[in-house]
């Protein structure tokens, strides 16, 4: 007989809803938009024929049967995410599995484009990817190292620097301003994109530029920066991201930068770690190629 079970993505987006007791805070978690952690909840409650949530301005909260649901899943969840990290750490072929934790925009744009170089070298270790785009607890999450955004390290972690992080505003070329015109002058004909995980990064790239007050309209608010940059593409407004989101973009002549100001954020990235990551011979050896690739050798140059 066919089990009546929901899908693991409803389940996760619900258990993750209610944990943090926000749609926009388990959407950062999962990889996903509020919008779609809403919709997996609905679709979820649908199919049981009950509400989850009591749903208030500005507040989520767990129905009676939400929380006796949630109570009963939990564990079921532990379990199947514990038979995936046992399988994985298993031996397989010969391998030594890793598991690393990446921002998903350092990830996709910095991190995988090199990947192949490391596959190529070391083809004996298997290493197994997420993203997170929250601090990670290595004891909860099972994860042998993660890439951190940050001014400094978090406290209490084994870390390397790999890079700082350059700002480039950008936009479509058709949205390139008038040859010799002031930048404020310039800047006024744009709608800027704010991102949510960053309110005060147009407020430091043009304070670096000597410019406080400029008069610019407000472009809408996004809380993914591939999102951002297809908006910029679309000649909708003026994107502040890092060089390495649009290199190939600026490449191919999809993005221009009508302002040739980069500056330095306040943010450089990092690779963290615990100290028992440090007696795995495949760390090592992918510690040892991101150090490399990243220009450096464990430290500030």
Do not use: N
Not at 121 to 132: D, G, L, N, W, Y
Request: net charge neutral.
């Amino acid at each position: 007989m066919r089990r009546k079970l929901p899908s693991t993505m409803a389940l996760q987006a619900f258990e993750a809803s209610a944990r943090l007791q926000s749609f926009t805070e388990a959407a950062r978690e999962c990889c996903l938009t509020p919008g779609a952690i809403s919709r997996q909840v609905r679709l979820l409650e649908a199919e049981l024929g009950i509400s989850l949530f009591q749903r208030q301005p500005g507040r989520l909260a767990l129905s009676r049967g939400g929380a006796a649901y949630l109570e009963q899943i939990r564990a079921a969840l532990a379990c199947i995410e514990q038979a995936g990290l046992s399988l994985g750490r298993g031996p397989r072929d010969g391998a030594e599995p890793l598991s690393i934790a990446t921002l998903p925009g350092f990830g996709a744009r910095w991190l995988m484009p090199r990947y192949p170089a490391f596959v190529a070298a070391q083809p004996e270790v298997a290493i197994r990817f997420c993203t997170r785009t929250r601090p990670l607890d290595f004891e909860e999450h099972h994860c042998d190292a993660a890439i951190y955004c940050g001014a400094a390290p978090p406290a209490g972690m084994l870390s390397d620097w790999l890079t700082d992080e350059e700002q480039v505003a950008v936009c479509a070329p058709s949205a390139r301003p008038p040859a010799r015109l002031p930048i404020a002058e310039a800047l006024a004909r744009y709608r800027l994109f704010p991102h949510v995980d960053r309110p005060a990064a147009w407020d430091e790239w043009l304070a670096e530029l000597g410019l406080r007050h400029v008069a610019t309209p407000q472009g809408p608010i996004f809380e993914q920066m591939h999102l951002m940059i297809e908006a910029a593409m679309s000649g909708l407004g003026l994107a502040l991201v890092p060089r390495f989101m649009v290199h190939h973009e600026l490449a191919a002549g999809l993005l221009v930068e009508p302002f040739a100001e980069p500056v330095s954020s306040r943010c450089s990235y990092w690779m963290v770690y615990p100290a028992a990551s440090t007696r795995l011979g495949s760390f090592q050896s992918f510690k040892g190629w991101l150090l490399q690739q990243a220009g450096a050798s464990g430290g500030r140059p």
